[in-house]
């Protein structure tokens, strides 16, 4: 079994900082790609960021030069640092993974989500 730990959501006034990491754990071969989806009240859940165990890293438009994902293979961890926050990056943000569990065996796991709020 693996668990995805997320931790560093809060409350933010627009304009301000933040910092979620996400770390893997448990029966563990190695990690591919590992992600942050968000998904806001009333909306689909959405790709933030990705990045790839070489990584090669991926945003979506509406973060594009405010969001930046780095990793740590060593530690099975990646974070991403939310800079300039709006109102409209308010959302619950969940890490996604794509981990072998074996050489052979390739799963997907999701966060339980942590909440990012942005006042305006």
């Known amino acids: 079994q693996v668990q995805l730990q997320e931790s560093g959501g809060g409350l933010v006034q627009a304009g301000g900082s933040l910092r979620l990491s996400c770390a893997a754990s448990g029966s563990i071969f190695s990690v591919n790609t590992m992600s942050w989806y968000r998904q806001g009240s009333g909306t689909q859940r959405e790709l933030v960021a990705s990045i790839t165990s070489g990584g090669f890293t991926n945003y979506a438009d509406s973060v594009k030069g405010r969001f930046t994902i780095s990793r740590d293979n060593a530690n099975n961890t990646i974070i991403l640092h939310m800079n300039s926050l709006k109102a409209e990056d308010t959302a619950v943000y969940y890490c996604?993974?794509?981990?072998?569990?074996?050489?052979?065996?390739?799963?997907?796991?999701w966060g339980q989500g942590t909440q990012v709020t942005v006042s305006s």
């Open positions: 996604k993974a794509i981990v072998a569990t074996s050489p052979n065996r390739l799963f997907q796991y």
